[in-house]
């Protein structure tokens, strides 16, 4: 499969801790993507880092990635119960017009 | 603008049935696609298009078919549905390669008894 690989799969935290997800791929890139999805909702893009980038931030969100090892790390700082969700990373092969999407990780922020 | 809009927003099918899901973006982009998503998994690309008047097979193309005959819809079809359909469809929109994000649907939720 094409399909990156997240983990963990689910990830139950109190408010106000560090929520940090981990995503593989398989192939060479253009970018990595991060996606949002609320219960029953489209995906809302989060940010993007391009394969010659080593760490993004925007606002609580910080994203690594480390194209040796060919996997990204997405980590939302001092979380809120509004933060849950289910988190997808996705990627752009080289010399595609395809988006392959990881399985997600669904995040529960507990109040 | 809407964005990308999906119709219809839910339906439900009897194994056989044929339907069309309509996708319309506003924001002048080149490339549609057609997602599908399982309980549990991320989405799985059924069908692209680079442009209008173009369409090419993504992961899972069996059993449906697309049109792009407009740059700002694209439509995706089951001629005959069957309970492996059973999903959430959602469309994407990018304004071209370059620009990478992509923006999407609220989705259609299908159910084939």
């Known amino acids: 499969s094409q399909q990156g690989e997240e983990d963990p799969q689910a990830l139950s935290i109190q408010e106000g801790e560090n929520a940090t997800m981990n995503c593989s791929y398989k192939t060479s890139i253009n970018n990595l993507q991060w996606y949002r999805q609320n219960s029953g909702r489209g995906l809302v893009h989060l940010i993007l880092?391009?394969?010659?980038?080593r760490e993004k931030h925007s606002g609580r969100l910080r994203v690594t990635l480390d194209t040796s090892k060919k996997s990204s790390s997405l980590l939302i700082t001092a979380s809120r119960a509004a933060d849950t969700a289910s988190y997808f990373c996705a990627f752009q092969n080289t010399g595609g017009f395809k988006t392959i999407f990881g399985a997600g990780t669904r995040l529960f922020v507990k109040a | 603008n809407a964005g990308v809009t999906q119709t219809p927003k839910f339906r439900v099918l009897k194994t056989g049935q044929s339907m069309t899901l309509l996708c319309a973006q506003d924001m002048n982009h080149e490339y549609m696609y057609w997602y599908r998503q399982d309980p549990g998994m991320g989405l799985r690309l059924i069908h692209y298009?680079?442009?209008?008047?173009?369409?090419a097979k993504g992961e899972v193309p069996d059993g449906y078919n697309v049109s792009r005959l407009k740059k700002q819809n694209f439509l995706l079809g089951l001629e005959s549905a069957a309970p492996s359909q059973t999903s959430v469809y959602f469309c994407?929109?990018?304004?071209?390669?370059?620009?990478?994000?992509?923006?999407f649907g609220p989705g259609t939720r299908l159910t084939v008894l």
């Open positions: 880092i391009r394969s010659n980038e």
């Open positions: 298009s680079v442009g209008e008047g173009t369409t």
């Open positions: 994407a929109s990018i304004r071209a390669a370059a620009t990478d994000t992509q923006y």
